[in-house]
């Protein structure tokens, strides 16, 4: 996971620091290591992505998809059933301007 730290350095102006690290603490270990600073001039840490390289689907998209695959599927329906598709039409469109 990406996470980010502001270190407060007395010696320094405050910064910020971005880590790749499996967890918390490891984070911790590499910025002391890295930055040559005690934890205690270590801020909090902040996760900014926790995914692991692969993408994640979240409800949106999975909505998005779904609609997608209706519409395909739609598409398909009325291409191979063609000819069931086009007189239900006329008959639905005649049935709508005769509506009066």
């Known amino acids: 996971m990406l996470c980010k730290a502001r270190i407060y350095d007395p010696d320094t ?11 918390i603490s490891d984070a911790y270990t590499i910025i002391e290591r890295r930055e040559g600073v005690e ?12 995914s692991s390289g692969g993408g ?7 909505g998005g998809y779904l609609a997608l695959g209706a519409i395909v599927f739609g598409l398909w329906l009325v ?17 709508w301007f005769l509506k009066d």
Do not use: C, F, N
């Open 39 to 50: 934890r205690k001039y270590i801020g909090a840490i902040s996760v900014i992505d926790e």
């Open 13 to 23: 102006l405050q910064y910020d620091v971005e880590v790749e690290a499996p967890s």
């Open 56 to 62: 994640s689907i979240d409800v949106g998209d999975m």
């Open 79 to 95: 291409i191979e059933y063609w000819w069931i598709v086009i007189p239900v039409a006329v008959i639905g469109g005649i049935g």
